[in-house]
């Protein structure tokens, strides 16, 4: 029975690399001179560090700008609170998302069966789904709807067998 799965993942590589870039040009660019502004990243999360939320807002912008050309898609980032730092600075911190959670997965579920594709399945297997049906064109019908949609996260399709 051909099947795929549906996963949403982020590559680490591509982050960290998004991330020293944008942390190069905050050191080079005239606007952040003194300021004291840093970009961390860490396990799940990057941490953004400046004097202000203009300044913030200006960061967000050049690291979301380096993560697009590195085909990383910002579905996958979500905003922390900006919070007051030390000596009047600011702080937020961003999560990056991996896997796919329950409701969404139920979401996701909820749309393929509304496809009415007939005999496809899915079933929630940890952080992904696995689709299967009777005929791969029904499958690829179905990858073809779940690109359309936004769920709100980035998803990829994997491991489609025959």
């Known amino acids: ?32 001179k003194g ?14 560090h400046t004097e202000s939320e203009q300044r913030l807002k200006a960061l967000t912008q050049v690291l979301e700008e380096k993560l697009v050309k590195r085909k990383v898609s910002l579905k ?18 961003v999560t990056l998302n991996v896997g796919i959670s329950d409701e969404k997965a139920r979401a996701i579920g909820k749309f393929l069966k509304g496809l009415g594709l007939k005999g496809v399945q899915h079933q929630v297997q940890g ?18 709807a779940l690109r359309e949609e936004d769920f709100g996260i980035p998803l990829q399709f994997t491991n489609f067998r025959d």
């Open 76 to 93: 996958a980032l979500s905003y922390g609170k900006v919070e007051e730092a030390a000596r009047g600075t600011v702080r937020q911190t």
């Open 1 to 32: 029975m051909p099947s795929f799965d549906v996963v949403s993942e982020v590559d680490r590589q591509e982050v960290r690399n998004a991330v020293d870039q944008a942390s190069r040009e905050v050191a080079n660019r005239f606007d952040f």
């Open 127 to 144: 952080d992904q789904l696995r689709v299967s049906g009777k005929k791969k064109d029904d499958l690829q019908a179905a990858i073809a």
């Open 35 to 48: 300021t004291g502004t840093t970009i961390e990243l860490g396990e799940s999360t990057i941490e953004l």
